[in-house]
């Protein structure tokens, strides 16, 4: 298991689109957003996030089960600068995040969930916000198992 500990996550500058539905909407929405940044020309900092306003397994699987999961994706982007439509700017709260790593498919994360949210209780902390994902490698370039996802868990 991957090592869980608080780290203090900076505000975050970030171009975005939310959509309510299941968690398969992440890939295309993380591909609309990317494709509105390209299109103009527009610098990217970091790699892509996903924020997940259910904060449970519980409410996720609810929410993936009725779809109605809240589903917004995110590029940073050095800003200010102004969006359009769908696609927003906007900062992320920075903050005190339990922190740990998953390697493997993207769809074998709820083990490390599980431990994320244990050690959160253990440590008399309460989570205070949505949960980011942030996918530092692509899929299509690296196979199933070395595929990273770095979790955070905004805490107090």
Same mark, same amino acid.
């Given at each position: 298991?991957?090592?869980?500990?608080?780290?203090?996550?900076?505000?975050?500058?970030?171009?975005?689109?939310?959509?309510?539905?299941?968690?398969?909407?992440?890939?295309?929405?993380?591909?609309?957003?990317?494709?509105?940044?390209?299109? +103009?020309?527009?610098?990217? @900092?970091?790699?892509?996030?996903?924020?997940?306003?259910?904060?449970?397994?519980?409410?996720?699987?609810?929410?993936?089960?009725?779809?109605?999961?809240?589903?917004?994706?995110? %590029?940073?982007?050095?800003?200010?600068?102004?969006?359009?439509?769908?696609?927003?700017? +906007?900062?992320?709260?920075?903050?005190?995040?339990?922190? @740990?790593?998953?390697? =493997?498919?993207?769809?074998?994360?709820?083990?490390?969930?599980?431990?994320?949210?244990? %050690?959160?209780?253990?440590?008399?902390?309460?989570?205070? =916000?949505?949960?980011?994902?942030?996918?530092?490698?692509?899929? +299509?370039?690296?196979?199933?198992?070395?595929?990273?996802?770095?979790?955070?868990?905004?805490?107090?």
């Amino acid at each position: 298991m991957a090592e869980i500990h608080l780290i203090d996550m900076p505000e975050l500058e970030v171009l975005s689109k939310k959509k309510t539905g299941t968690y398969t909407l992440i890939p295309e929405l993380l591909v609309q957003v990317v494709m509105y940044i390209q299109k +103009r020309g527009i610098p990217i @900092t970091g790699p892509p996030i996903f924020i997940c306003s259910e904060t449970s397994p519980e409410a996720v699987q609810h929410a993936q089960e009725t779809g109605t999961a809240v589903v917004e994706v995110a %590029w940073p982007v050095n800003g200010p600068m102004q969006g359009s439509g769908e696609i927003l700017y +906007r900062k992320l709260a920075g903050g005190k995040m339990a922190h @740990t790593v998953h390697k =493997g498919p993207y769809e074998a994360c709820e083990p490390a969930y599980l431990a994320l949210f244990d %050690w959160i209780a253990k440590n008399g902390l309460t989570i205070c =916000g949505p949960v980011r994902e942030v996918y530092p490698n692509d899929p +299509r370039e690296v196979p199933p198992d070395e595929i990273l996802t770095l979790i955070y868990v905004p805490v107090r």
